[in-house]
């Protein structure tokens, strides 16, 4: 299991998925099928007309590795990061040759064009978003020669079809941290969150967000707006506006667009904390932004692929990868605007424990350790205990031994939880 990622996704189909992944057979809800991907050829290296979805062609004597999209290569967060991993690739693994598909919808066509790609004969093929997780399972069986690695998913068949995603809560702990420092610095209390859907992943990341926001502000509290959605410029404003107008100072979300800082930016008076690609933190009341270098991890898969030692399982990297990031705050960065005038204490803390993070001496493991209370004052965890992987991606209950889950709101959210169906 994993980071339980539907983008593009029915909310109706969400809640469902989420319940139904405490539970290893989980099926997800496929969104309506959409027309068939035609074999007509396109450049490589370039992404697919929306329109057709055209296949590109491999390089003959080259390794060749395609990627799927759920959204624009140059959407400002999510796909953008994965489509820079992906040239990361062409720049780090001798003989490569890469090439993408972009504003794939998850379901049906998903399959469609995976068997699409398989068949042009790409070694290796990445598929970014969850709602592929069940087309690339059933492609891969039909190819056993060539790799298939899913990111955010929990599936694989440990012989040519893996997952791998990351501990991005432990990036949401160190903002939360110094969003908690900035707050209080300037004599404010309350923070938003701009959250998509309600699964596991995005509870973890708000709570751990929450609990690094109480490390440094006590008094802190954190709002909840829920968008149910992944990429939607328009609505993600709307929310950022709405939680600024109910007296969030700062404002971090779980949604592709940096809709947050551009806001805050707008009204001058706010901060907002991005998401996902590093170059999005460009506004002047962008405080920071957490995300993704896929890069590495990429490049590393593709060279076990490339020599014949990659091993399909479930992989889940910590910071300690080099592949996930907190904007201003890593080697060579230069602090934002947001960091400057925060206390010296406060500024020791976070340097100290993301360093700690990278040097992998404080896992995620260590950002979920005990005591933590939630937001009614129960015990969610005991001093000295920890969660377990699968606390991590699971609500408990179901047919998953999943004792602790992430079914609950931190100690400082005002927000209820949402409702499961």
Known sequence: MKKLLWRGTSLLSVVALAVAACTPAATPVAPTAAPEATEAAAPTDA????????????????????????????????????????????????????AYIELVPEGAQAEQVYRSLARKGFDLIFGTSFGYMDPMATVAEEFPDQTFVHISGYKTNNANFGNLFGAMESMKYVAGMLAG?????????????????????????GNAFALGMRKTCPDCTLDVRWINTWHDPVIEKEAASSLFDAGAYIVFTGADTPATADVATERGDK?????????????????????????????????????????????????????LGVYGLMDGQTPTKGMEGLPAEDMTLIKDTLAKMLAGEFTRF????????????????????????????????????????????????????????
């Open 181 to 205: 420092s900035r707050a209080k610095t300037d004599g404010q209390t309350k923070l938003g969150y701009l959250a998509t859907f309600p699964i596991p992943e995005e509870l973890r990341l």
């Open 366 to 421: 260590d950002v979920f350790a005990g005591p933590i209370m939630d937001n009614q004052g129960n015990e969610v965890l005991a001093a000295g205990a920890k969660m377990e992987q699968i606390d991590i991606d699971c609500f408990a209950g179901g047919d998953v031994p999943c004792k602790t889950g992430m079914y609950w709101w931190a100690d400082g959210i005002t927000a209820e939880l949402p409702p499961l169906q």
């Open 47 to 98: 992404p697919a007309e929306a329109g057709s979805l055209q296949i590109p062609e491999i390089v003959e004597g080259k390794f060749n590795v395609a990627m799927v999209l759920i959204g624009p290569h140059d959407d400002g967060g999510w796909s953008q990061a994965h489509y820079e991993g992906l040239q990361y690739i062409e720049k780090n693994v001798e003989n490569t040759h890469i």
């Open 271 to 323: 901060w907002g904390i991005n998401y996902d690609w590093s170059g999005n933190c460009v506004k002047e009341r962008c405080l920071t932004t957490m995300y993704w270098n896929w890069g590495p991890e990429y490049a590393r898969v593709a060279k076990a692929v490339q020599a014949g030692t990659y091993v399909a399982g479930s992989e889940y990297f910590d910071a300690d990868s080099g592949s």
